[in-house]
């Protein structure tokens, strides 16, 4: 049986302009292009090799040329993929990189900006900025890869790792309550949020190709192992024996349904979900619930829904359509222009009251 | 009702005069203060102001921490400072009264609301007794009028009630002091019902305040004199009267347009800072994008991000805001951006004293980051200064490709002068080309000269490469550990900001080029140190002051300078920071002064440290 891949079209027509799409056809451009000449230094087995290939393979798909494509990062083993991309790159400091690119985006509204970060970079030290450049719908493609772990510290306690993880910084295990990202993002009004697998590379693929065509803030997790510090995290649903009894992919305007037989699904009962079987007491398809992206009750309940009590749901959790920070900034300013016309220096400098001396 | 004759009174020439208003910080003492300075600035006074207001909005009424004040000194000759101590004291409550009258010197003017010395304001501030009519202040020129009851009466039959009559007992007091020193209520009046013109009843109430208050001058026999202070000589131009921080928004925005770069400020806000976003934001039809962070750190990362693409990226601050942004400004320094930090100093440490001055943070703007980290650091010297100063540090931004921070204060920010306008067209192009040449395209190679990197912005075909914090090979930009590598970039760096002294004016000395002292001072200082060695020339003394727009790097001559002196002394409302260095660079026995009380030296104190150090053998 072939890997569930089966991530809907965006449900509005794509957002980057259609010149854009035009080059293209004219540039050709292939995964080779987006390869830089940097030698990738990630330990071997690290899931961050199949990210770096996806997004390398689906770059092309947009048709920015790769002058116009920015990726900004913050600090941890994330942090190392700009340098890998044969695009523009900057590596930034620990949980900031959504600053800079809030800062870029609204500077320059004519670049696809991508943020990569991690568990830690992105929920612990960056936090703040995670939740702004969301509400704000900076349109950014936060990817945030999640191991769980502090990798590049070398194991260390993430705000994701599982209650009372034994890490070396919590030998006794962890008492710290994790975060669920996706209802972080949802609560921060994220106007794009998903959620893919490293190992599950033709999904990842599906959804990073979402997550490009998406205009306004984009937020995808990518659960990552990390078979240093914290291997087989989530071995237990992504396995390929498994994986299709214990993870629901999400298709917009489908009912949920899950399972190698595809006979497993989710019903709501009042308002709790819960795992039903088809044809069992009754249930048909159409008891099931339908995944609606711009839902954001929906989208809440699948922000909380986990192995091993759940499927995992992965795949596009939430795709609505707001203006973006750079499109109000930009109105602001045409506005002020045709109102006031464009400034003049002179009588800037000789506002307010003056007086001459003779 | 227009004045047109006056009451026979003696008219007193005065060569400069200084006022304190001085109330409840719901008073309107900084509304006030502002009307008279630009009501003097507009006759042609040379002008200087302090507004000095509690960080609360509004403290409990009536009480010492809710009192605020606003001083103002103008005159009829070049001023440099708002005054040592006012010549009038306006109180408006007896919080007012007590905080401020010790600065009164004895024999000068008190003006005084007697309405507000009610038993239970008079046990707020701890006064046993009434000191109005209790003989204390037989020592000063006391003038006891019962504002409140004066204004009500003089707005009876509008209607208001009397929380809104209140409100207008500050026009009523500015009305008399316009009679007492000769000044037209028409620049006042035409504010008044621009500011009010949809509510005319508050414009008439306010306008009858201000005419009644100056009536009572006329009409009154307490006063025996009235006071003229002539024009001041200054230079033939067009001037308007301007605050550090509104000369520092404009300074960045022409600076902008010169450099032919958008401007971006990200800003946090933060006292005595805010006011540059609040107007930067008013500049959008200049294309001025201005950014109001979720925090500090996000609001240095968004400038360095516009910086990255290609704009003129700023973000301003005080100083526990710096400690935020420390480790973004090394970012900064590492990939070599340019990058516009502003410091508007006030008293510290920690939260310290929010809207009182300080000179603190010039060890931390220079040294207090991670690793060896070089910043030039420029500092405004009064507030029309800060437009030129801000024009400097754009220009050292860009064409050196570093983070400039621009040290500006409390004091300068909030206090005003006059500024003559400068003719836009004598300002030299600031701008730096793009690199854009794929051909030898590397992202750390340096111009021979500046030893700047090139600025490759993202949207430029050819030149994609990865930036970021971790150190770079030479040349190649690529991540480095070459522990050799590292050692000829951290040169290469220091020696790219130090290179800069071949780039700025001299340090000029005023007064003698030898002598017994150098009074040597930076920033906010200027006026008080200039006043003070003016007055130490007038008496003979071979005291010469020198002033350092550049901390980082310091003007080439300075050594040579400081050699031509017995003893150099260094004013700074610090501990001692401008001496640590300058002792540490030049091997010189400078001596410091040092106040920390949140407000600008007193010339006095200036010229008795410098008449005690001339003294000494």
């Keep these: ?358 | 009702m227009t004045i047109t004759t006056r009451r026979p009174v003696d008219v007193q020439e005065l060569d400069r005069v200084t006022i304190r208003f001085a109330g409840d910080s719901g008073d309107g003492m900084q509304l006030t203060g502002t009307q008279f300075t630009r009501t003097a600035a507009v006759f042609g006074n040379d002008i200087s102001t302090l507004p000095d207001f509690p960080a609360e909005i509004r403290a409990p009424a009536g009480s010492l921490p809710g009192v605020s004040g606003f001083q103002l000194s103008f005159s009829s000759s070049d001023i440099h400072t708002p005054g040592d101590a006012p010549d009038v004291l306006v109180a408006m409550n007896p919080a007012a009264l007590k905080s401020n009258l010790g600065e009164l010197p004895p024999g000068g003017a008190l003006i005084v609301n007697e309405d507000a010395f009610t038993q239970t304001n008079l046990n707020k501030v701890g006064y046993a007794s009434n000191p109005l009519i209790d003989g204390s202040l037989k020592s000063w020129n006391l003038f006891s009028i019962p504002i409140s009851t004066l204004n009500t009466r003089a707005l009876e039959g509008l209607g208001l009630t009397s929380k809104q009559v209140d409100l207008t007992k500050n026009f009523f007091a500015l009305g008399l002091m316009f009679w007492l020193y000769e000044r037209s209520m028409e620049p006042t009046i035409s504010w008044i019902d621009e500011k009010f013109g949809k509510r005319p009843m508050i414009a008439e109430s306010n306008k009858r305040a201000l005419k009644a208050g100056y009536a009572f001058g006329e009409t009154t026999e307490m006063f025996h004199t009235t006071y003229r202070v002539p024009a001041a000589h200054l230079p033939a131009g067009t001037y308007r009267n301007i605050t550090g921080n509104e000369a520092t928004a404009l300074g960045f925005v022409i600076a902008g347009q010169k450099a032919d770069r958008p401007l971006f400020y990200g800003s946090y806000p933060i006292t005595p800072a805010s006011d540059i976003l609040h107007q930067l934001s008013t500049y959008k039809n200049f294309g001025v994008k201005t950014f109001q962070a979720e925090d500090e750190i996000a609001a240095i990362g968004s400038a360095i991000g516009a910086s990255y693409g290609g704009a003129l990226g700023m973000t301003g601050t005080s100083g526990p805001g710096i400690a935020l942004k420390s480790e973004a400004m090394n970012l900064a320094v590492m990939v070599e951006l340019p990058l516009i930090v502003i410091d508007v100093q006030r008293a510290g440490p920690s939260t310290g004293m929010p809207t009182k001055t300080e000179q603190a943070d010039l060890l931390q703007v220079l040294y207090g980051r991670n690793g060896d980290s070089p910043i030039p650091v420029v500092a405004p010297s009064t507030p029309a200064d800060c437009f030129e100063v801000a024009f400097e540090a754009v220009r050292l931004a860009l064409k050196y490709m570093t983070p400039v921070v621009y040290l500006s204060d409390a004091f300068l920010a909030t206090g005003a002068e006059p500024w003559r306008l400068p003719d836009v067209d004598d300002l030299p192009d600031i701008s730096v080309s793009n690199q854009t040449e794929p051909a030898g395209f590397h992202p750390y190679s340096r111009d021979p000269v500046t030893l700047a990197r090139p600025w490759a912005v993202p949207g430029t075909p050819g030149l994609e490469h990865r930036i970021g914090g971790l150190e770079k090979a030479d040349i190649s930009g690529n991540v480095s550990y070459d522990p050799d590598n590292h050692h000829r970039m951290q040169t290469l760096r220091a020696a790219k900001i130090a290179g800069i002294a071949d780039d700025i004016p001299d340090l000029q000395v005023y007064g003698p080029e030898r002598g017994d002292l150098l009074i040597l001072g930076w920033g906010s200082t200027y006026g008080s140190i200039r006043s003070a060695v003016e007055r130490l020339q007038a008496d003979g003394k071979a005291v010469a002051h020198a002033h350092l727009r550049h901390l980082n790097p310091f003007p080439k001559n300075t050594g040579d300078v400081l050699a031509g002196y017995r003893r150099v002394l260094i004013p700074e409302l610090n501990l001692g920071q401008l001496l640590l260095l300058i002792r540490a660079r030049y091997l010189i026995d400078a001596v410091g002064y040092d106040r920390v009380r949140g407000k600008p030296f007193r010339i006095a104190e200036i010229v008795a440290e410098a008449e005690r150090l001339l003294a000494e053998h």
């Design chain 1, 1 to 358: 049986m072939t890997e569930p891949v089966s991530i809907a079209p965006a449900p509005e027509g794509p957002p980057l302009s259609p010149e854009n799409a035009a080059t293209l056809v004219q540039l050709q451009l292939t995964r080779k292009d987006f390869v830089s000449d940097q030698e990738v230094r990630w330990c071997p087995g690290c899931g961050d090799y199949s990210i770096l290939a996806q997004t390398q393979k689906v770059m092309p798909d947009f048709g920015f040329p790769k002058e116009n494509i920015v990726f900004i990062s913050g600090i941890g083993c994330s942090g190392r993929l700009p340098y890998y991309m044969n695009t523009y790159g900057f590596h930034t400091i620990h949980g900031r990189a959504p600053t800079i690119a809030t800062g870029l985006k609204a500077a320059r509204p004519d670049l696809m900006v991508w943020v990569i970060t991690g568990d830690g970079d992105a929920l612990s030290i960056g936090g703040n900025h995670i939740l702004h450049s969301m509400r704000r719908n900076v349109d950014i493609k936060v990817v945030m890869f999640n191991n769980r772990i502090y990798g590049l510290t070398k194991g260390q306690a993430s705000p994701t790792s599982e209650f009372g993880k034994v890490t070396k910084s919590t030998p006794a295990g962890t008492i710290d309550h994790p975060i669920s990202p996706l209802s972080v993002a949802l609560a921060a009004e994220a106007s794009f949020i998903a959620r893919s697998v490293d190992t599950h590379t033709e999904h990842l693929q599906a959804t990073l190709n979402r997550v490009g065509w998406h205009h306004g803030s984009a937020f995808v997790e990518v659960l990552q192992n990390c078979n240093i510090f914290n291997d087989g995290a989530y071995r237990e649903f992504t396995d390929r024996e498994v994986r299709e009894d214990r993870m629901l992919v999400l298709e917009h305007g489908k009912p949920m349904i899950f399972g190698k037989d595809r006979d497993k699904g989710i019903r709501l009962n009042g308002h709790q979900p819960e795992v039903v079987t088809i044809g069992e007491n009754g249930i048909s398809e159409a008891d099931l619930l339908v995944h609606d992206e711009a839902d954001p009750l929906i989208a809440f309940m699948l922000s909380r829904i986990f192995w091993p009590e759940f499927p995992v749901p992965v795949g596009v959790i939430r795709d609505v359509r707001r203006p973006t920070h750079d499109e109000l900034m930009t109105a602001q300013i045409d506005t002020a222009v045709a109102q006031r016309g464009a400034g003049d220096i002179r009588r800037l400098l000789a506002g307010g009251e003056t007086w001459s001396v003779e």
